[in-house]
């Protein structure tokens, strides 16, 4: 598997605290089957400042000790970008980071409780300069959670979703499971990561979980897709591949929600 949002480079947010914390989940990644992390760091939400050259400096730090210590995972860079007015600039001019530096997408983040204000255009405006937006766990966001028709209207925009491990496996409620379960039968979800901050709890290790309730919900191709090809896509520059939709638990077809979406769009 490649995890694709890993809160594992030393001191630089709310991930791992020092180096010994950093070498204590990338071993927990490689014993639950992980074989690369893409790095994404918080930056532009107001409390951690990470451009991309102080990224680059943690992730070669954290390379050499996983090297010294023999620990076979290949790490690359990425960021957490909080959706602010300022972000397409800091994209275009490269102070922050797209997925490995690629410059094709780049994984943002969204507040908790609400959407906010103008956040559309500033998706577009990503999309419009060839830049994919990959939305980090928009299934713990209160409003898309309850209203999903506004995921739906993103997707048709361009976006792409990431849903957290812990979410699919139920480990943060039945609430969310249900939702995880619900888009990814329409074919909503394009890739699980674990955004791990631990070496235990909200661990890289969690990632097998998110996993496995995907294949038990749709299949094993479905798993694949959202852990391995998808996220090898994203360290290459290439498009992310849908899942084809399936009926949904409560009985609806994908093209019934589709169809909604975009009467909402007209």
């Known amino acids: 598997m490649i995890d694709c949002h890993c809160h594992l480079l030393p001191n ?3 991930g791992a605290h020092d180096i010994e ?7 927990a990644a490689a014993a639950s089957g992980t074989r690369a992390i893409i790095c994404t760091p918080h930056h532009l939400n107001g409390v951690y400042e990470n451009p991309a050259r102080s990224i680059r400096a943690a992730l070669s730090t954290a390379r050499e000790q996983l090297a010294a210590n023999g620990i076979p995972i290949c790490l690359y860079s990425g960021s957490e970008l909080h959706l602010v007015p300022e972000l397409p ?3 275009f001019d490269g102070t922050a980071l797209t997925y490995n530096d690629r410059g094709a997408a780049a994984l943002i983040e969204l507040p908790k409780a609400t959407i906010p204000l103008g956040a559309e255009a500033i998706l577009e405006q990503l999309v419009y300069r060839n830049i994919t937006p990959v939305l980090a766990h928009p299934e713990r966001n209160a409003v898309l959670a309850a209203h999903p028709e506004r995921i739906g209207e993103w997707i048709a ?3 792409k979703v990431q849903l957290t491990a812990q979410s699919c496996s139920g480990a943060f409620g039945r609430r969310l499971r249900l939702v995880c379960r619900r888009w990814l039968e329409l074919g909503w979800v394009h890739l699980i990561a674990s955004d791990a901050h631990r070496p235990s709890g909200r661990s890289p290790a ?3 979980a998110g996993r496995n309730a995907v294949a ?3 299949d094993e191709d479905a798993a694949t897709l959202l852990t391995e090809t998808n996220p ?3 360290l290459s520059g290439e498009p992310l591949l849908d899942l084809p939709p399936r009926q949904t638990a409560r009985g609806e077809t994908a093209g019934s929600v589709w169809s909604r979406v975009l009467r909402l769009r007209r």
Request: proline fraction near 0%.
């Open 89 to 91: 600039d800091r994209l």
């Open 232 to 234: 090898q896509h994203l």
């Open 206 to 208: 969690t990632l097998a």
């Open 216 to 218: 038990a919900w749709l």
């Open 12 to 14: 630089i947010d709310d």
């Open 157 to 159: 925009l361009g976006c």
């Open 21 to 27: 914390m950093t070498t204590q989940m990338a071993r």
